[in-house]
């Protein structure tokens, strides 16, 4: 059907490039042992991007494999509209052999699945249990003038769990977890994360303990991983072009701890949403922008890169309705070398903190915080007890300078098709208070 979209665009003598995207969502919702919804909904776009005498046009409709030739005329027109800003770069050449994605089945949410998710929110007397499960099948196709066809199928499984405990006070945590087959994450659910939370919602209702002190102060992954997407723009190559990024002209300088890395790599075994290549057709791999805590380099899309006289990086990423490439990560992921476990530490007291519950204030220019949170006080003998509500402040710039180590258990956040992933880290460089 793409033939069509790039047959208009020739009569126009314009080279042309089709992107479509078909999308399958199934949502459900378990609630105190019952299902309250379930939904099932297709969606799709059609993106079209024309070249012609130095202009790049762009036009996008919310229907898969559109034919409709209006889509030709309006992106003949804005690329018209916007040749006053500058030189569009030229096509692109014809993609290069793609990373292969491991291939797994879709995910569904099945009737087995369903019985496991309604069985799993059950909860108790005092405690709620509420899991939204989401699975996403989504086919891409790209298809180049005066080149084949090419594709991928990709899936992924989100589980967005919510627990509620009523004790001395109420208790609340939420968590957010991905996967790429349904019963993997469910077992991951039922064996590993379930218990934990109903835990930590359990000690959260409990009184705080009177005074907040403590020796060492341990941020959760599920923290770090909203605070590191506070900054993920410092990392683009276009903030780097437009003045915004803190770190442009740093290339070569120690950034972060020794020991820190941070690498984007769409295409890694363990990626919640692997892909090939990006929406402009560059081939996905691993992209190191922090190695042993030296800056090593940005992310780029076609465009940014032709900008800055190099080559993309294959981050050219379109949102959800197949709008308009922006520079973003696929799957961005900080590692320290030195493991330092969890929690308890012998003859010291511990802070955990373990949930963020929303930015007071946040730079993502400077790096600078402020957000509400819920942590755990670990005694020196492992004894628990709630710290509390408290603030949590400081500088992401600075957190990643002051990393001593981590506890060995990766989270994730998402936005859209982004993924930022990390461990809990130990750090003396944020502030805390109630």
């Not at 009184?207 to 900054?231: F, H, M, Q, T």
């Not at 020991?259 to 290549?277: I, K, N, Y």
């Not at 057709?281 to 922090?290: F, H, K, R, S, V």
Request: aromatic share 4%; glycine share 12%; charged share 20%.
């Amino acid at each position: 059907m793409s033939d069509t979209l790039i047959e208009q665009a020739a009569l126009h003598g314009a080279d042309a490039e089709v992107w479509t995207l078909r999308r399958r969502t199934e949502e459900l919702v378990c609630r105190l042992g019952a299902v309250e919804r379930r939904s099932e909904v297709a969606t799709g776009a059609t993106a079209l991007t024309v070249w012609l005498e130095g202009t790049e046009g762009y036009a996008v409709q919310n229907v898969p494999d559109s034919r409709d030739p209006a889509l030709v005329t309006a992106a003949l027109a804005v690329g018209r509209a916007l040749s006053a800003t500058g030189t569009a770069p030229p096509p692109p050449p014809a993609p290069g052999p793609p990373h292969r994605i491991p291939d797994t089945p879709p995910p569904r949410l099945d009737t087995e699945a369903a019985e496991r998710l309604r069985t799993l929110s059950t909860g108790d007397d005092g405690l709620e249990v509420e899991l939204r499960a989401r699975a996403d099948r989504s086919r891409i196709r790209l298809h180049r003038a005066g080149t084949p066809p090419i594709g991928y199928d990709t899936g992924v499984v989100q589980m967005h769990t919510r627990i509620t405990a009523r004790g001395d006070g109420i208790g609340h945590i939420g968590h957010q977890s991905y996967g790429r087959s349904v019963p993997g994450l469910l077992d991951r659910l039922a064996t590993e994360e379930l218990p934990e939370l109903i835990g930590l919602a359990r000690l959260l209702a409990t009184e705080p303990v009177p005074r907040l002190a403590y020796d060492d102060l341990l941020v959760d992954g599920r923290v770090l991983v909203k605070l590191l997407s506070l900054i993920v723009p410092a990392f683009q190559m276009d903030s780097v072009l437009e003045g915004r990024s803190p770190l442009a002209d740093r290339t070569g300088e120690a950034v972060a701890s020794p020991g820190v890395s941070l690498v984007d790599d769409p295409t890694a075994p363990d990626s919640p949403l692997p892909v090939p290549w990006d929406g402009e057709g560059t081939a996905c791999g691993p992209t190191a922008l922090i190695e042993d805590g030296t800056l090593r380099g940005f992310l780029s899309a076609r465009r940014t890169a032709a900008e800055a006289g190099t080559n993309s990086t294959g981050s050219g990423q379109r949102g959800p309705g197949g709008e308009m490439v922006t520079v973003q990560p696929g799957c961005l992921l900080l590692r320290h070398t030195t493991d330092l476990g969890t929690e308890f530490r012998p003859g010291r007291t511990v802070l955990h903190v373990v949930q963020a519950n929303g930015a007071h204030t946040s730079n993502p220019i400077t790096g600078d915080f402020s957000i509400g949170a819920n942590a755990v006080v670990v005694g020196p003998d492992g004894s628990r007890g709630n710290a509390g509500n408290i603030t949590l402040a400081g500088n992401v710039f600075e957190l990643l300078r002051n990393l001593d180590g981590h506890d060995g258990r990766t989270r994730v956040n998402r936005a859209h098709d982004s993924f930022v992933a990390g461990p809990g880290v130990w750090t003396t460089s944020l502030t805390t208070g109630r």
